[in-house]
């Protein structure tokens, strides 16, 4: 498959402010890391910016393990350490341009009333992800809220068991009608939604379906979803839709990890070898 221009080509001219600012809602006092692979991601993918907006008390924790080119936003937090629905103004007045919503936050009713509120409330282009969905389970009339759908580009990525708590069915039944499921999905939806798995699935509210060829099963292990999360939230900070930007972010995501697994094997592939091999897998598609 062959990159879009639009990822490739920059002009000579160009600022990191032209390729985007990406707001990544994560972490979790267990989960510091999946905040710190969703940045490497997103900045291997070609984001502009990178802000990590997690709970305060990990500030110092996630300065030492993240990337040096991204930021970060310390948010109000519970008093167990999770993040807080008081955060809520600071990331609706953020300058972001795409926001990433999930990964390692965790299942504290505070994270998830403020997960809520910003998937609602929030009118930029969204990656919901991880628990980010967890949240939305019996309230997916959300969706629908403030009139964002359809009009604002929001991508979400389950894997099988997340789309099944979605659905209020059991996993068989999303597995045995993986394609229909995720068309059907998106269509009611207004969403572009990213069904993982082998031969992960894309489908928008348009018709537009991708059934993805790259990866393997080395890839089944702990951070490749927020991995994922971070490459898919890049590219809509570049300018590409919410469809392009899920199918080229899966294609690349499972072609790195193929290119990884060549080297470190099926059994021993883990989530940092992915984003170790994006550069690569963006040359063999440039």
Known sequence: MRLPAQLLRRKRDSNKGDFGHILIIAGSPRYSGAAVLTAKASLRSGAGLVTLAIPKSLNNAV?????????????????????????????????????????GLDRDKSTFALARKVISKVGKPMVIDAD??????????????????????????????EMA?????????????????????????????????????VADHKGSAYINKTGNPGMSTAGCGD????????????GLSAFDAAKYGVY??????DIAAKEKTQISLIASDIIAKIPEAIKRCS
């Open 63 to 103: 300065i030492k393990i993240k990337p040096l080119e991204a930021m970060i936003l310390p948010l109000p937090e519970t008093r167990d350490g999770f993040l807080s629905l008081s955060g809520f103004k600071k990331i609706a007045d953020f300058p972001a341009d795409v926001i990433a919503i999930g990964p």
């Open 165 to 201: 708590r979605l659905l209020k069915v059991n996993v068989k039944e999303v597995q045995k009608n993986r394609k229909s499921i995720a068309a059907r999905f998106a269509k009611i939806h207004k969403v572009t939604l990213v069904l993982k798995g082998a031969n992960t699935i």
């Open 252 to 257: 690349l995501q499972g072609l790195a990890g």
């Open 227 to 238: 991995v994922l999360t971070g490459m898919i939230a890049a590219f809509l900070g570049q």
């Open 132 to 161: 980010g969905l967890t949240a939305l389970n019996g309230h997916l009339k959300i969706l629908r809220a403030g009139g964002l759908t359809g009009k604002r580009a929001t991508i979400m990525t389950p894997h099988p068991g």
